[in-house]
């Protein structure tokens, strides 16, 4: 049985992977606050979701996410490094974070679920 779990989904993600929430509840600023279901795989959704469109510094990413515990956060994403969703190079003084060719398949594979079920 999966668990669920109260989290913070930025309303784009919570609006695209809407079957993963089970009830929303208030907006703060650019987030709703949720309770979801199948948190690991709206996690590492939420990271590649905010990546499709460019890289990211660590902070940035860390922001848009949602993610709000930084150990969870640099759990899913070493695990989507780790996984070769999302790259990262340093760039400066930064760590840049893009998603990979695999992220994007990934992510897709959600993406399109959605769109054949409406």
Same mark, same amino acid.
């Given at each position: 049985?999966?668990?669920?779990?109260?989290?913070? %989904? $930025? /309303?784009?993600? @919570?609006?695209? #992977?809407?079957?993963?929430?089970?009830? =929303?509840?208030?907006?703060?600023?650019?987030? %709703?606050? @949720?309770?979801? =279901?199948?948190? &690991?795989? +709206? &996690?590492?959704?939420? /990271? +590649?979701?905010?990546?499709?469109?460019?890289?990211?510094? #660590? &902070?940035?990413?860390?922001?848009?996410?949602?993610?709000?515990?930084? *150990? &969870? #956060? +640099?759990?899913? +994403?070493?695990?989507? %490094?780790?996984?070769? #969703?999302?790259? *990262?190079? $340093? =760039?400066g003084a930064n760590m840049i974070y893009s998603i990979t060719e695999k992220g994007h398949t990934m992510l897709n594979l959600f993406i399109h679920k959605q769109l054949h079920m409406q």
């Amino acid at each position: 049985m999966i668990r669920t779990r109260l989290t913070y %989904v $930025p /309303l784009e993600v @919570a609006d695209q #992977f809407e079957d993963f929430i089970i009830k =929303r509840g208030e907006q703060v600023l650019d987030a %709703v606050k @949720a309770k979801t =279901r199948d948190y &690991s795989t +709206l &996690s590492l959704l939420k /990271l +590649l979701y905010q990546l499709r469109g460019n890289s990211m510094t #660590f &902070s940035e990413l860390y922001s848009k996410s949602k993610i709000r515990m930084k *150990k &969870s #956060f +640099l759990n899913y +994403l070493h695990l989507c %490094v780790d996984y070769n #969703f999302i790259k *990262k190079e $340093p =760039r400066g003084a930064n760590m840049i974070y893009s998603i990979t060719e695999k992220g994007h398949t990934m992510l897709n594979l959600f993406i399109h679920k959605q769109l054949h079920m409406q």
